[in-house]
Each structure stands twice: as C-alpha cells, then as structure tokens.
C-alpha cells in the first residue's frame, strides 16, 4: 500500500510555507525541532523572500552563533543571509531572530491587563507570582503562543516560523489558549476565592457548603494560611479576567487561522515517532491544519542498498587476498597487509550496524503510511549530517534538504 | 563506582530524547539481578517505562513486571488520598472527584505541593523501608527532565522557606534529611554525547551543586558510538581514498564497496563530532563517568533493557 494521496496541491515546503504566515515547529525533545525551524525560517527567507521571524525558545549556543546571534532576548535581531550569498544564491528576503523571554513576556502581559497600576505591582511583588508563571506546567505554551500572537498583530513580517517549549506532553500548548481562559472565566477560581472574598481576606472564611470539605482537607495538607496567600494572589490575578479571556481566545482563533500551519518533526526512532503520530492525530482531532512532517535526521539509503551489503561480505570473506593485492601496488599507507584487512573488516562491521539501524528507520518510515487520513499535506526527510549545526552553512544544508521536494527519502539534493 | 547500586534511592534526569528512561529501567534491572528486591518508580505521566520490560502499563499501586522489579507510576492525587489517609488522618470516602480538580488547581500553582506529593511517596516508601515496614532494597526513580528536576527535589526546601507553619511544613523536615544523606540517595544524570545533551548536563550539575541538598551520583553517557579505527589504522583507512585503491576494492567487491567506505566515513565523522562533547563533558563536571555504547539494534524490549543493564554492570565494576 503506498500512502499517495494523488490530490495534494502542496508537494513541498516551499509551496507550504509561501501560503501561510504562521508555522507551528513541534515535536519531542531531542528531534532537532529547533534547527529544522530555524533552518526553515532562513531558507524561507532566502529563497522565497520577504520578511521572516523564526521565534525560538531555548537554542543552543552554537545554533544562537549559527544565526549570527549573540545573545537574543523578546527584541527581534536581524541576522544576515551571507552563507546563501556564499552559495551563490542572492537572498531574496530578511531574516529576524527572536528569542522567548518567558519572564519577561509575562510581566508584560500583566502589565498590560490589570485594571490599574498598584495592582499590577501587587500582582508582580507576590511570591506566588514567581511560582504560577515559571512553574505552572502550562505558563510556557501559553507565554509562547501569546507572543506569537502578539508578534503577528503587529504585521511586521510575511512568515514567522515559532519553535514550542520542549513540554513533557506535546499536545499542552496547543490547550493553553483554552486552559487558560478557563481557568480565569471559570467557577473554579470564583468557588476557591469565595470564603476569602466574603471574610475579607483575614482570616475569617464564610464556607458554602460545596467548598468546605475541600477547605478542610486543603488545610491539613497546606495550612490554612499557606491557602490564604494562595487565595489572595488569585483574588488579585481575578481582576485581569476580561483582557486576559478575551486575548487567550484570540490566540487560540490565530491557531486555527488558515493562515496557520503546523510542522510535526520527529527522528526515525520508536518513542519520538509514536509521539509524532500521536501529535498528528490529536491536531487532526482539533482541526488544526498539519502541514507537514518532518523526518530529521535520517540515515543515508545506501545503507539499504543490495550491493553494499555485497561488498561488506566481500570485504569480510576477502580481506586478506584484497588486502594483499593493494599491498602489491605499492600504493602509500597500504604496504602492510594484515592492518588493511583489519580495516576492510572494520569497514563491514561498521556497515552492517549501521544497517540495521537504518533498517529499522525505513520500517519506521513504512509504517507511516498508516497514518489516518487526512494526514500531513508534506513530508520531508532531512538527512543525519555528521556535525553539529555549528554554522550557518549547516543551517543552510537542513534548510535546503527540507526544501527539496517532499516525500522522497532521505536522497534530497544537498548543495556542498 | 561500584557504590551506586548500595544506596537506597536513586533519582535519573536528562534531556528527553536520550534514553533516560531505558537506563533506569536498566539499573532497576541490573539491581534485580543481583539479588534486590526494586521499586521503579516512574514519575512523568508517560506511562511507557513497563513496556521496556514488556509489561503492561501499571498503576499507584507496585507491580512485579520483572523477577525482583516492582513498578509504579506516580500520581499526585492517588498519593494525596494515601496522605490523607494515612499521615493526616483523614478519612476519605469513596472518589475525591470534584475536590481532585480544586486541589489539583491549587496544587499546581502553589509552589511545591505537587512535587512534594511525588517525592513524599518516594521519600515515604524509603522510609517504611528503612524501619522494616517495607522491604525495598533500592528505589529507582524514573524523574522530570533537567529542566524541572530541580525544583522536583528542591520542593521539601522550598517549602521550609516559604511556609512559616502548618502541617506541611511539619512533614517536610524527615524528607530533606532522606534526600540529603549520601548514603542513601543520589541523583543521576542520562545524557548523550551530543549538544544539547552535555550542555543541559553541565548546567543541571552545576546548579545541583549550588541549589540542591540532594547528593549527585554519576553521569551516563548513553550512545557513545564505538571508535572504529585505532590512529595507525585511521591513516590506512585514508590511503583507501586513492583512486587505484578505490577501483582495486570495486574489482572486488562491485558497486557497493562505495557504500560501506561512505558509511564507515560517516560513522567516524559523528564519533569525532560527539568526542568533542564527551571531553567537553569529562572537563566540565567532576562526577563519574559511565559510558554506555551506541546500540545496533532494531527493537526496544527486554532484550535491549538487559543489553543497557549488561553494559552498565560492567561500568560499575
């Protein structure tokens, strides 16, 4: 069974990324999300032109180097496009870098959604404050997801590529919007804070009689004024329910904009694959548009191919009488027989595991076909380069094998 | 290095991605094997550590899923409830259901609860042990990620520091004394010889240090590729390059002989990439090193779980 869905209009990433203004980079840790991003944003803007962002989260040192970039706070860098000018490639766009100051973002925030400035500052001064936003599971994805939409409010650029927080559950984010306008428009916040707003915030609690088992059982786990800090800090973050509703629906409708798509990317691996497929299936559930899929770091094809296995047996079984014949040319380095058959038995072992793991990639890959329908409208292999991404040419490499026509395998045309 | 295995509670944390939860299942496997009685305690709600024994998912409640390895997955409103039940002494009947998701509320935002119903239950499992109430030799905590593992194990602390008084702060003072004593508990760290990995690695280890009370074990290096070529070799392996060798080794062996040298160039080139890391690493942090090889292999059941465990006893001895 192949898995051609003859009417997809979209074969590539290029085409992809020309018709949106937003993609969503997600997937487990250790894929390689954020590079792929970055490696899309800037080929994006190399090659289809405009202006684009790639808003990132955590990048590595040497990716940060890679994008030119020292250090990049909440303020968008521009970083230049000089490894396609090196390529010969006259750039047709800018490329913007910008990196998620989660702190940062959500003094912002509260800033700018409660009702006056005194409770602004009591709301920043509380010690629980800290807590709720650097710890609460969901502070991260919902932080991005609002500089996200804050970012393309402001229409200042044509793409802009966001990588997501590496979250323990990759679907969290994408609930984030929704959780967190539940969570300031729901009964649970008014039913929590009640005693503490009718007693007056002293001490003295008026329970209904739906509240005050769980009062009695909070108490003795936390103690009662433990929960009074608690309640008065949700009394006050209360005050900024209308602005902070009606923003949290609003980047949840940008989520479902057309103009947003999102990008799966995963590894050929048994864990962050099933987590992929899961992704792809719960944006589907969600009727979030999955662009594409992408298979980062892919063994080469060769190592699938008959004749190399031949010549592994070869270089096994042989070695000796080989290894004598190049003694016998003379040729430099080659003049000692036994260590040239030791390498040529090396050079088979070394492809036979290889094999194997890349067997087990291709069976991975094969099994993706039975992803439900509708399923990604593209899928791109990106080849394992044996480096790290430590300068923009590698960059530029990632970028150019995600450009590549889509669903081939992991043959893609790589410039030198 | 061989002391490891001798403590009573080891944590595990790294990055996702490099296979943190295959090595703990390893060492609660490896401890199995010789002779202890094992609680793994998995604490992301993942849900997917039995497998690596070919067992079905597990609950609260311990499993044996292995000879000698009981299982768990943790669940902050199942330890609430034995809490409850058992240290408070509250009576709860029936679900606690609606007031789950109130306290589950309050318990997320407020600093701390959440983790310290994790590792209470940890913590109190060690404990009955250690009084002859239960009999766990060792327990191997599948832990957050580096990024949330500290405040993880911090949590006991935290509390003492920011709840003057009350019930919670009472039962925090036996929970820093366990975490805290060398002799019983370590954390450890997974990585892999790549980027991300070390750097989180060095980072995680030097905020333990400055941060945590909780005593650091050993570093693991898992997928550590294997070195192909010894140096002499190396230069042989580059002679293969001239063009007459080239055709001396097509005559031989076909088309395919382009292959298998291109591969074993690739493999030599991601060793290299990755040494630098692992030396970044070795200088960096000044805890044992534990490499474990790069597996070959196409299936991640019991058979690789006692194949990490295998490489793993052979580090420790």
């Known amino acids: ?416 | 290095m061989s002391g490891l295995l001798d403590r009573r509670l080891l944590f595990f944390t790294g990055k996702g991605g490099v296979g943190k939860s295959t090595v703990t299942a390893a060492t609660a496997l490896l401890a199995a094997d010789q002779g202890k009685r094992v609680l793994l305690v998995e604490v992301d709600a993942k849900n997917n550590l039995t497998a690596l024994f070919e067992h079905a998912p597990v609950g609260f409640e311990p499993r044996l899923v292995h000879p000698g390895v009981f299982a768990m997955q943790m669940d902050t409103e199942s330890s609430l409830r034995e809490y409850l039940k058992v240290q408070a002494r509250v009576p709860v009947f029936g679900r606690i259901g609606p007031m789950a998701r109130a306290f589950d509320f309050v318990a997320t935002a407020a600093p701390g609860v959440k983790e310290i119903l994790t590792v209470g239950k940890i913590c109190w499992e060690l404990r009955e042990s250690l009084e002859g109430r239960a009999d766990w030799d060792l327990i191997v905590v599948d832990a957050a990620a580096t990024g949330h593992v500290i405040s993880q194990l911090d949590a006991p602390e935290a509390i003492q520091e920011l709840v003057a008084v009350g019930p919670i702060r009472n039962q925090t003072g036996w929970l820093v004394e366990l975490l805290s004593d060398p002799a019983l508990t370590a954390l450890n760290v997974v990585t892999s010889p790549e980027e991300m990995p070390v750097n989180e690695t060095i980072e995680l280890v030097a905020r333990a240090r400055e941060s945590l009370n909780v005593p650091l074990g050993v570093v693991i290096v898992n997928r550590v590729l294997p070195e192909l070529f010894t140096h002499a070799d190396d230069e042989v392996f580059d002679a293969l390059r001239a063009p007459e060798a080239v055709a001396t080794l097509e005559r031989h062996a076909g088309a395919g002989s382009t292959a298998v040298v291109d591969a074993a160039r690739l493999a030599v080139s991601m060793r290299r990439s990755r040494s630098v890391h692992l030396s970044e690493l070795r200088d960096a942090v000044d805890l044992p090193l534990l490499l474990l090889p790069y597996l070959f292999v196409r299936d991640h059941g019991l058979r690789v779980t006692r194949m990490v465990a295998e490489a793993l006893g052979q580090e420790l001895t």
Not at chain 1, 94 to 104: F, G, H, P, Q, V
Not at chain 1, 128 to 141: G, L, P
Not at chain 1, 201 to 213: C, I, T
Not at chain 1, 262 to 272: H, K, N, R, S, Y
Request: some cysteine; hydrophobic content about 45%; charged content about 25%.
């Open chain 1, 1 to 416: 069974m192949t898995s051609a869905t003859p009417t997809q209009p979209q074969p590539s990433l290029a085409a992809l990324l020309s018709t949106r203004e937003v993609v969503v980079f997600c997937g487990s840790g250790g894929v390689g999300k954020t590079s792929t991003a970055a490696a899309s944003a800037l080929t994006a803007a190399a090659r289809l032109g405009g202006k684009v962002l790639v808003l990132t989260i955590d990048p590595a040192r040497r990716l940060a180097d890679a994008l030119g970039l020292e250090a990049f706070g909440n303020v968008a860098r521009r970083v230049p496009l000089d490894a396609y000018a090196e390529l010969g490639v006259e750039p047709r766009g800018e490329l913007w870098a910008a990196m998620l100051d989660t702190k940062r973002s959500w003094d912002d925030l509260v800033l700018r959604h409660a009702p006056d400035e005194a409770t602004a500052y009591r709301i920043l001064d509380n010690r629980m404050y800290h807590n709720v936003t650097s710890r609460f599971v969901q502070s991260h994805d919902y932080i991005a997801m609002e500089r996200l939409y804050e970012v393309h409010a402001s229409g200042d650029y044509d793409l802009i590529v966001i990588d997501t927080p590496p979250t323990r559950n990759a679907i969290d984010f994408l609930e984030a919007p929704a959780r967190m306008a539940d969570f300031f428009g729901g009964r649970l916040l008014r039913w929590l804070t009640m005693p503490y707003r009718i007693g007056g915030g002293r001490g003295g609690r008026m329970f209904n009689a739906a509240s005050k088992p769980f009062y009695q059982m909070a108490d003795r786990v936390l103690g009662s004024q433990f929960l009074q800090d608690i309640a008065e800090f949700f009394l006050n973050f209360q005050s900024m329910y209308a602005g902070f509703v009606e923003r949290a629906h609003a980047v949840e409708q940008l989520l479902h904009d057309r103009r947003t798509t999102f990008a799966v990317v995963t590894t050929l691996e048994g864990a962050p694959l099933r987590e992929a497929e899961t992704f792809c299936r719960e944006l589907a559930a969600r009727d979030f548009d999955l662009g594409a899929l992408v298979l980062n770091k892919v063994l080469p094809e060769y190592l699938l191919s008959p004749d190399g296995e031949h010549a592994a047996d070869v270089f096994e079984r042989d070695g000796d009488p080989i290894a004598d014949e190049l003694a016998a040319t003379g040729l430099p380095g080659l003049d000692d027989a036994p260590s040239t058959a030791r390498v040529l038995r090396t050079l088979a072992d070394s492809f036979r595991n290889y094999e194997v793991v890349a067997r087990r990639e291709a069976e991975l890959r094969n099994e993706l076909t039975r992803l439900a329908p509708p399923g990604p409208e593209v899928i791109v292999s990106v080849p394992a380069f044996p480096a790290d991404i430590d300068d923009a040419r590698a960059l530029v490499r990632i970028g150019e094998a995600l450009f590549a026509t889509g669903a081939t395998g992991a043959t893609g045309t790589i410039a030198p």
